[in-house]
């Protein structure tokens, strides 16, 4: 079965640095999914990419998919504190409807 | 208007109950997950239903049995609850299997 590699497992940064998460796949990625916890909340999605060599951007936060698709990296520029939370990668597996997903990374923002 | 919501949101409950978690979406999509979340933050499926159909049953103890009245809701049921069964269980949907899955907020869930 596939399996999701988060790094680093958490982090810890100065508001304004900017910041990258990493997800390595043990099989090729047929879609990768980034997504958001924060305590007490649910999953927020983020964003989606499919074709190798993708990068999406959401204001601060972009993402990319390697050539090779089975690599991501999830990318924050000029952190604040409101990005603090769990980042998630998520996978279809083996093209199916299941998302398998990475222990996530938490992301601590400090001020 | 909240997308994927489900109650109770926390649930605090004794060895031996049984209790029910609902889930409602109101994004008029086809298929339905359950989710759950262990205590070091790992995320795994649990059941996926596709128009009220199952499609996906991971090996859950059947304690845990899913109903889906309608397209629009999956409720998750958990017999004889056990101290490991404490977690954050979440519900999903998406337009159809294989697309986008949007999450609810969770259910924390703590069995004493």
């Known amino acids: 079965s596939q399996e999701l590699e988060q790094s680093p497992q958490s982090l810890i940064v100065q508001e304004g640095k900017n910041l990258t998460i990493n997800c390595t796949s043990s099989k090729t990625l047929y879609g990768l999914y980034w997504y958001k916890q924060k305590y007490g909340e649910g999953l927020i999605f983020l964003m989606m990419?499919?074709?190798?060599?993708e990068e999406k951007s959401h204001e601060k936060i972009t993402a990319k998919l390697d050539e090779k698709k089975q690599q991501s990296s999830l990318h924050i520029t000029a952190s604040q504190p409101s990005h603090a939370g769990i980042y998630l990668c998520g996978a279809a597996q083996g093209g199916s409807e299941k998302l398998v997903f990475g222990k996530g990374t938490k992301l601590t923002v400090n001020p | 208007d909240t997308a994927v919501s489900q109650t109770p949101k926390y649930l605090v409950t004794q060895m031996g109950n049984d209790k029910s978690i609902k889930c409602e979406q109101n994004l008029g999509h086809d298929t339905m997950y359950w989710y759950k979340q262990d205590s070091k933050k790992f995320l795994k499926i649990m059941f996926s239903y596709n128009n009220k159909e199952l499609i996906i049953n991971e090996t859950v103890p059947n304690r845990f049995s899913p109903k889906s009245p309608d397209k629009a809701h999956l409720n998750l049921h958990i017999n004889s609850l056990e101290l490991g069964d404490s977690a954050v269980y979440f519900c999903?949907?998406?337009?159809?299997?294989?697309?986008?899955?949007?999450f609810g907020e969770g259910s924390w869930l703590t069995v004493v």
């Open positions: 999903a949907s998406s337009q159809i299997p294989g697309n986008t899955i949007y």
């Open positions: 990419l499919q074709k190798g060599g």
